[in-house]
């Protein structure tokens, strides 16, 4: 069987190595950037398709080069032109040139924070600075380029409490609104994630977002439960402004729309692709995202400890439901009479 060929698990055990490295020096300094680096290295290893020598030794220089750039902002500027640059996905061209205009606005919006004396700064020096990041982030959102996704999202968090609230906020849901509704569930979530930062939740969004852009499965929007518990929480106990009723509507809105969207849609044809198991890193990091959240410790302190104890019971739950329907077939079968 092809799916137990030990080639085509090469690629995806060396993208969950580095993946799981970066998430183990995430619990160190330089949590976020760490963070970051490790999901970054999930979408590197979903996103290219190590079909020649070629791809595979272009696969190899991204997982070494994009997530370290996570945690060296000098090198993230120049790093998310050139992949846009390179990026030959098979997507239409006019989402190629939009991720491509928004690499071109990150770095132009680090590069005013250079020129403004504060260095090569994952935060803008100003609103001019943060407005060209967010504007960035959310081109790239809109264009669906899995491998710039991260970065993206890593320099729009930082910029957006630069930016006068609730204009930011507002900006972004409504960037999250406009993607659920054109069918883009990852992408939506991030957006949503963008609005809510600095907030806790907002980085668990993100995450989940960006990881589901790569696992074509309704259920990898279970991710995005923890972030949008979080955010519940965080909303809940906060006071009464025009970001948080922005955010409350937002969150209410792609919700909606993304279950709607989940409930209509029609079983599609399970392809060869999407069993790939280059998937398997993103797959592992959503998991754990959905399974054990409060353990994200470098998305800051949320208020998930009741989730994740219903999420540790429903998962039992599920495992033993599991358990039982195949014992319960093995007896079946053991005990129907041969003809």
Known sequence: MRFLDWRRWLWPVAGLAVSLAWAAGATQGHARGRAAAAAAAALVTASVVPATLESLLAGVALLGVLPLAMV????????????????????????????????????????????????????????????????????????RSPLLLVPALLAGAAAVPVLPHPEATIAAVLAAVALAAFDRPGPAVAALGLA????????????????????????????????????????????LSASAVALSAGLAVVTGILAWRVGEARPAPWTEDDAHPRRLPAAVLLF???VAPDTWRWAGRAPLTPYQRGAALALAAGVLSVLAAAAFEVVRRHRAPVA
């Open 288 to 290: 754990w995202l959905a």
């Open 72 to 143: 060296r902002p000098p090198l993230l500027a120049a790093v998310v032109v050139v992949v846009a640059v390179a990026d030959r996905a098979d997507r239409p061209t006019a989402q190629r040139l939009v991720s491509g205009a928004g690499a071109v606005l990150l770095a132009a919006g680090m590069a005013v924070t250079a020129i403004d004396g504060q260095g090569w700064s994952l935060v803008p020096s100003g609103r001019p600075a943060a407005a060209l990041v967010l504007a960035g982030a959310l081109a790239v959102l809109a264009g």
């Open 196 to 239: 809510a930062a600095p907030l806790p939740a907002a980085f668990l969004l993100m995450a989940a977002g960006a990881l589901c852009t790569v696992v074509p499965l309704p259920l990898a929007l279970l991710g995005a439960l923890p972030g949008a518990a979080a955010l519940v929480g965080t909303l809940a106990v906060g006071r």
